[in-house]
């Protein structure tokens, strides 16, 4: 089985940075002047660093997951095979069927529509007192009872830090500031381009400066809640 990942030409590469900078996962570095991929288990493959880099110095590469037994750089460094076979096997041994027992059908705790920060109205009538739910779209995907036990009795704005391509900072600053928001929950993934949704809504906070109750809640990619604070 193979996956799509980067290369790195180091002969190319001018360490200009402008990877590092580009990649939201953190998967690049720059060590010793030059640009390496350190993380390939966090490399998603999508090629946010290939546009910006001026030496056309990053490739895609088919990498073998089902090398056992890797030459050339530890899995640290970057090599291939180490860390394309971590990134196949991570799900299959992480991720656990969970078991349900239904007692009854679910109800949907969605209280308006739309839901994307990306095409909510600052000023829609629902958000006035309401108690918000500031989330990575994939959260409700991941952990079961994200309804009864999360969106119950709020109103949910969801976006994604790194898709969207958007900063959502100067948007919920507005919806603070137009509306008597009385608490802020923000859901997020343990994986790192998720701490752009907590960045975002803390400089929002921030910029509204007045206090008032907020939280973040950390998922797993199997569904475990793993920090609140």
């Known amino acids: 089985m193979t996956r799509k990942t980067i290369k790195i030409d180091a002969d190319l590469c001018t360490g200009c940075g402008l990877c590092v900078s580009a990649c939201k996962e953190g998967a690049i570095q720059l060590i010793d002047g030059k ?16 546009p910006v880099c001026p030496t ?25 095979g180490t860390m394309a076979k971590v990134f196949a096997e991570r799900p299959a041994r992480e991720i656990q ?13 969605l209280r308006q529509w739309p839901v994307q920060i990306k095409l909510l109205a600052p000023n829609a009538q629902f958000l006035q007192g309401a108690r918000l739910l500031i989330a ?69 906070l921030e910029n509204y400066g007045k206090l008032i109750p907020w939280q973040v809640v950390n998922f797993s990619i199997d569904g475990v809640v793993l920090e609140d604070t």
Request: net charge negative; charged share 25%; proline share 5%.
């Open 97 to 109: 069927e969970p078991q349900v027992e239904v007692a009854s059908a679910p109800v949907s705790q």
């Open 136 to 204: 990575a779209d994939c959260t409700a995907f991941a952990y079961a009872n994200f309804h009864q036990d999360y969106m119950k009795n709020k109103i949910t704005l969801i976006g994604c830090p790194k898709l969207d391509e958007v900063d959502y900072a100067e948007k919920l600053t507005t919806i603070l500031q137009q509306n008597d928001i009385q608490s802020v929950t923000i859901a997020r993934m343990e994986v790192p381009c998720c701490a752009g949704i907590v960045e975002m809504t803390k400089r929002a």
């Open 35 to 50: 640009a390496k991929l350190v993380r390939e288990d966090y490399c998603d493959g999508l090629g946010m660093c290939l």
């Open 56 to 80: 056309n110095a990053i490739s895609f590469e088919e990498a073998d997951t089902m090398n056992d037994k890797p030459q050339g750089e530890s899995a640290m460094g970057g090599c291939p």
